[in-house]
T-cell receptor, first 114, second 112 residues
Framework: DGGITQSPKYLFRKEGQNVTLSCEQNLNHDAMYWYRQDPGQGLRLIYYSQIVNDFQKGDIAEGYSVSREKKESFPLTVTSAQKNPTAFYLC?????????????FGQGTRLTVV | DAKTTQPPSMDCAEGRAANLPCNHSTISGNEYVYWYRQIHSQGPQYIIHGLKNNETNEMASLIITEDRKSSTLILPHATLRDTAVYYCIVRVAGTNAGKSTFGDGTTLTVKP
């Protein structure tokens, strides 16, 4: 089945540790995105990538890093510099350009830092 | 992208139509209206989109006013599984879909 997969669904880490969240898609989409969602709030864009080996900061990139070495993969690292890392993280992908494209989302990773 | 305004919450009786409004008074001529929904603890799901004509698919109908300053998403026969947060988004066609601004949306609660 075509889709976008995030793993793991739940992740626990100790404060001060870096942690990497996985996002893989087999939709052959060029663009991929990472969002953060806090309880009761909407989605905020962390990073996005329109093409392999290129990515751009979103609205809340501080304390996060990404890489895009392969078209199908866009891992997000939450670093120790992120002050409040506990949140629900969503990955998405889409076609670029063209008309009437929509974003496809993964099922999210809930990160808890203790 | 234009900003949208949605009511924070709505209730609907099971089996009845759910009408979710969205205001986008600053929408530009080349911006489309998109609707997504997010069931608790899952990723958002695309529902429908339109430019100026009314649209219908297997999930919902989208009614856009003639001046395009507002729209309504209609779930014709709401079920308990339609309980979710519904996001209305406007964005320029051909731009990256994932860069859309997802605000707080409308929490729809379908009651038996």
């Amino acid at each position: 089945d075509g889709g976008i997969t995030q793993s793991p669904k739940y992740l626990f880490r100790k404060e001060g540790q870096n942690v990497t969240l996985s996002c893989e898609q087999n939709l052959n989409h060029d663009a991929m995105y990472w969002y953060r969602q806090d309880p009761g709030q909407g989605l905020r864009l962390i990073y996005y990538s329109q093409i392999v080996n290129d990515f751009q900061k979103g609205d809340i990139a501080e304390g996060y890093s990404v890489s895009r070495e392969k078209k199908e993969s866009f891992p997000l690292t939450v670093t120790s510099a992120q002050k409040n890392p506990t949140a629900f993280y969503l990955c998405a992908s889409s076609l670029t350009g063209g008309m009437n494209t929509e974003a496809f989302f993964g099922q999210g990773t809930r990160l808890t830092v203790v | 992208d234009a900003k949208t305004t949605q009511p924070p919450s709505m209730d609907c009786a099971e089996g009845r139509a759910a009408n979710l409004p969205c205001n986008h008074s600053t929408i530009s001529g080349n911006e489309y209206v998109y609707w997504y929904r997010q069931i608790h603890s899952q990723g958002p799901q695309y529902i429908i989109h339109g430019l100026k004509n009314n649209e219908t698919n297997e999930m919902a109908s989208l009614i856009i006013t003639e001046d395009r300053k507002s729209s309504t998403l209609i779930l014709p026969h709401a079920t308990l599984r339609d309980t979710a947060v519904y996001y209305c988004i406007v964005r320029v066609a051909g731009t990256n879909a994932g860069k859309s601004t997802f605000g707080d949306g409308t929490t729809l609660t379908v009651k038996p």
